[in-house]
Structure formats: C-alpha cells, structure tokens
C-alpha cells in the first residue's frame, strides 16, 4: 500500500507541491505556529533520502573525479555567481532578494536527483556520489558561498546556518547511510519504501509552512513578485541548460551527462527555504519558496528533452 501510495505521490509532485503552498498562504495564521516543525520534518526526509546511498560511491567518484568536479563547479561557482550578477541586474539595491537568489543556488544539490537520474537511466552511483559529497560539505559551502557574495551586505548568522546545516542534513545523512552500510539484504530497501511516501508528504508539510511564514509577501502579487518569478525560472533552466553543456563540452557519456545535468539543476530547495526562513529576514526567503514552484515541473520537461535528443542521435 506505501509503495503505491508513493508512486501516486511521484506522479503529482509537481502538483502536490504548488498546492501545498498555496494551502499554507490561505491558512497562513494558522499554520505560521507551527513553523517551528520545519527543522525536524526536513531532517526525517533528509534521513529517508540518504537511506539509499553509502560511503562506497564517495570512493567510485574519486576514481574518476572530472564529473563531479564539474557538477560542484556548477554548483557552488558558477550558479551563485550567475545568480548574484542577475539579481544586481535586475533588483539593484534590493539586498533580501538578491540574497534570496543567491542563497537559492548556494544550497546543496537535491536528494530526489536521483529519482530522475534513475528515471531516465543515467550514472546513479554519479548522482549518488554528487548528493554525498556536497551534502557532507553543505555546512562548509553554503556560509561561506554567502558569506563571500552577500555577506558585506545583510546581516546573518553564520555559525547558527552551520549548526542548522549539520543538524538538519549532515547528521540524518550520515546515520542513513551507515544504516545502508551496516544493514544486509532488502532489510535497509524495505525500510527506504516505507518511509518514501511519509518523506514526500513531509516535503509537502515543509512547504506549506513556510508559504504560511512568508504569505505577506506571496500574498502581495505585485510587478516585483512576478519579475521574482520570472528571475527564478530563468536562473533554474539555466542550471540545466549549463550542467548538460558542460556535459558534453568535456565529451562524457549520455549517462554522465544525464547525471550532469539533473545534480547540477536541482537543488536542495527545502533546506533552501528552512535556512531562509531560520537565519534570514523573511524576505530573502520568496525567491527560495518560488523556486519550489518550478523544480520537479522542470526536471520532468528537462528530462524529456534530453531523452529524445540521445534517442535522436542514436538513430
């Protein structure tokens, strides 16, 4: 019944998650109690994601470093710095949104990568790799690629982002992936199923809580939210278009490729929006929440595209 449940829940993601916005903005009175739920939510999904990778693909991804050294280029260079020069562009002064789209690319890449890599039959130990590395680095990278663009500029907390980093995913992180180490057989599979559905709806949770945080300004549908919008989806194609660019630029495999572009285009974006809303003004958080908007919606269109231009160049 979970394992149903699940698959349901995949089909609609891209639905599932506007929703559970929009249904945090309406309640928002009600619900911005609770946002003190957030941190312990995302770490039970961070927990749930890490249970299928283990310590063996970090050593698989050093054999065989370029593909992940350019992935985390991507990442933690090229996307925040693309993103800072966009905002000053287009938000010049406006230091809570430029913040915003910066800290948005900033974040670690997404755990549910994988499922599209899988999907779309790409490198998955790449893309296990890639989610390992950057997730046990997320508390050394995200303050200082802030720190280092925005920092001079708004006021933060850098050593409480750290400790939110570390609590929220380098811990669950590491206990699943020594239970997947440590556990034989379809004991650690089996326990992963169970807990997929619950993450997912847990993703929903977190979303909705922090729409009902920053409801005042979603609520508030101006010329500045749109062009937010617009910004973010731009930015967020960007990192696919890029990662798969820099794919095939070095002439690796439709498999690297393919894990290329989805680690490098996806990202971490409920962690995005918990350090949003925990360690910044409420503001800097509406770029972060937009791009929740778009993530799986644009995965799905990325993933096609890609799959018919192999299949294409193979007939």
């Not at 050593?59 to 020069?85: D, E, N, R, Y």
């Not at 001079?152 to 020594?178: A, F, K, R």
Request: charged share 10%.
């Amino acid at each position: 019944m979970l394992n149903r449940i699940n698959k349901k829940l995949e089909k609609i993601m891209s639905l599932f998650i506007p929703i559970s916005l929009v249904i945090g903005v309406i309640f928002s009175a009600t619900l911005h109690d609770f946002s003190g739920l957030i941190p312990w939510i995302f770490a039970f999904m961070t927990f749930a994601g890490s249970l299928n990778s283990n310590f063996a693909s970090m050593k698989q991804a050093m054999l065989s470093p370029l593909p992940l050294v350019l992935t985390i280029f991507v990442l933690h260079v090229f996307m925040p710095l693309l993103a800072l020069g966009i905002g000053h562009v287009v938000f010049s002064g406006d230091m809570f949104t430029i913040t915003g789209l910066v800290l948005s690319m900033a974040i670690p890449t997404g755990i549910s990568s994988v499922v599209w890599v899988a999907i779309y039959k790409g490198n998955i130990a790449l893309s296990l790799s890639v989610i390992l590395i950057d997730t046990l680095l997320s508390p050394l990278i995200v303050p200082l690629t802030m720190s280092l663009l925005v920092g001079g500029n708004i006021e933060m907390d850098v050593i409480s982002m750290t400790q939110g980093l570390i609590l929220m995913i380098v811990i669950p992180s590491i206990v699943g992936m020594m239970l997947n180490q440590l556990t034989t057989g379809d004991k650690v599979k089996r326990l992963s199923d169970s807990l997929s559905p619950f993450s997912k709806i847990g993703m929903g949770f977190v979303v909705m809580l922090n729409g009902a945080v920053v409801a005042p300004y979603l609520l508030d549908v101006s010329g500045k939210l749109i062009a937010i919008a617009v910004v973010v989806f731009f930015i967020a194609c960007s990192g696919y278009l890029i990662s798969f660019f820099a794919g095939k630029l070095f002439k690796q495999d439709k498999e690297t490729v393919i894990a290329l572009m989805f680690n490098g285009g996806m990202r971490n974006i409920s962690a995005g929006a918990v350090l949003a809303i925990s360690y910044f003004p409420a503001a800097v958080a509406v770029p972060v929440i937009m791009g929740m908007l778009f993530q799986q919606t644009l995965a799905s269109v990325f993933g096609l595209v890609t799959d018919r231009y192999f299949k294409r160049i193979v007939t």
